[in-house]
């Protein structure tokens, strides 16, 4: 006999709350939700922020964040998209111009510490690290970069590029006394 309390697994109890799960999942899957009643509309229930003092709080919270130096996606009490709900929704509580200074103080501290770094005030300064962090930060870019995306045009247009570049007064002398030289001489 088993002691009092433990049921072993072919029981006849085990078995039929297991079956009661099963159809309850069954229930579920088929859309019977049973006697639940749907929120009422205009609810703000679902709201992180319900009351102007608590978004302007988050707000706070938020542009500290910013002008720290951290990124929009590693704010921990909300992402993106909630972030872009209140402050289209509350425009007073989350206001548009706190939110581009706060940024802007962020790229500053940035800035700031590649400044310092270059300058050799901060020892162990990763220049490469710096570079990498801006370019996915505020979208920076070598020209290589810009050449690579075909902005520019491919290889067979780089000598109408060259052709087309201002040239400095010594350049264009230059050019002139070479085709000179050539007519004279009977040279190509």
Known sequence: MKPAGKRGLNSPCIRAEWAS???SAKKLRNGVKGKQMAAPKGNDYAKKWKTSRARKEACKRFCDHIAAGYSLESFADADKK?????????????PADKLQEAARKGL???EKLGKEGTE????????SSW???????????DKTDVESRNIL??????????ALKPRSDSEIALGIMALLTKQKTGGE
Do not use: C, S
């Not at 570079?131 to 870019?141: E, I, L, S, T, Y």
């Open 131 to 141: 570079k990498f962090n801006m370019q996915n930060r505020a979208g920076w870019r």
């Open 82 to 94: 909630t972030i872009r709900y209140y402050a289209e929704q509350y425009p007073d509580d989350f």
């Open 108 to 110: 500053f501290e940035w």
């Open 21 to 23: 799960k099963q159809v």
């Open 120 to 127: 050799g005030l901060i020892d162990g300064f990763n220049a």
């Open 153 to 162: 045009g491919g290889p067979e247009d780089a000598a109408k590029i060259e």
